[in-house]
T-cell receptor, first 114, second 114 residues
Framework: DTAVSQTPKYLVTQMGNDKSIKCEQNLGHDTMYWYKQDSKKFLKIMFSYNNKELIINETVPNRFSPKSPDKAHLNLHINSLELGDSAVYFC?????????????FGNGTRLTVT | GDSVTQMEGPVTLSEEAFLTINCTYTATGYPSLFWYVQYPGEGLQLLLKATKADDKGSNKGFEATYRKETTSFHLEKGSVQVSDSAVYFCALSEPPGNTGKLIFGQGTTLQVKP
């Protein structure tokens, strides 16, 4: 019973392409996130949604567009991919956004842009 | 802004050795503090947390105490096992009522040898 699942696990694509990563959680949580982990393992938040409403939008290029069709799903679409977008992208969810609820992470999507 | 600093890795220990991974933070308010663990090929999992000064979080033999006077949250374990080999992340969340965003340290890789 996967709590937070994201697809695909691996994504290899060429510069300039558009791609999407999907995320679903079956925990009944209200808040979902996208984090980016670079090659040095450093994790940085990109976006968060609470009940389909955008809460956090860090300094992310507008080529990245999150979409939350319902509170169990948060997808990430990336336009015009660049080499620097290569990273592992993690989806996560939490019960709420009060800062005390633990995050539950998916297993990541490793994006490689060639 | 708020930040988290962890000791540089990798940390290499023999089985049954004592583990300390240092973590210090800077924050304007009174954050909650967390340790997350990432096993190879997986997403992060919450290891333990503390929400106020002098709280001690513990789980699976790991402990960390929220020290406001030294702004620290060091992770300790009395006797490590090979299965503890992973990347450990210290993190803080901004005060309740805020966005619930987690700010992570850079991660510390632990390698335990038999």
């Amino acid at each position: 019973d996967t709590a937070v699942s994201q697809t695909p696990k691996y994504l290899v694509t060429q510069m300039g392409n558009d791609k999407s990563i999907k995320c679903e959680q079956n925990l009944g949580h209200d808040t979902m996130y996208w984090y980016k982990q670079d090659s040095k393992k450093f994790l940085k938040i990109m976006f968060s949604y609470n009940n389909k409403e955008l809460i956090i939008n860090e300094t992310v290029p507008n080529r990245f567009s999150p979409k939350s069709p319902d509170k169990a799903h948060l997808n990430l679409h990336i336009n015009s991919l660049e080499l620097g977008d290569s990273a592992v992208y993690f989806c996560a969810s939490s019960q709420d956004q009060d800062g005390n609820s633990p995050l539950h992470f998916g297993n990541g999507t490793r994006l490689t842009v060639t | 802004g708020d930040s988290v600093t962890q000791m540089e890795g990798p940390v290499t220990l023999s089985e049954e050795a004592f583990l300390t991974i240092n973590c210090t933070y800077t924050a304007t308010g009174y954050p909650s503090l967390f340790w997350y663990v990432q096993y190879p090929g997986e997403g992060l999992q919450l290891l333990l947390k503390a929400t106020k000064a002098d709280d001690k979080g513990s789980n699976k033999g790991f402990e960390a105490t929220y020290r406001k006077e030294t702004t620290s949250f060091h992770l300790e374990k009395g006797s490590v096992q090979v299965s503890d080999s992973a990347v450990y992340f210290c993190a803080l969340s901004e005060p309740p009522g805020n966005t619930g965003k987690l700010i992570f340290g850079q991660g510390t890789t632990l390698q335990v040898k038999p």
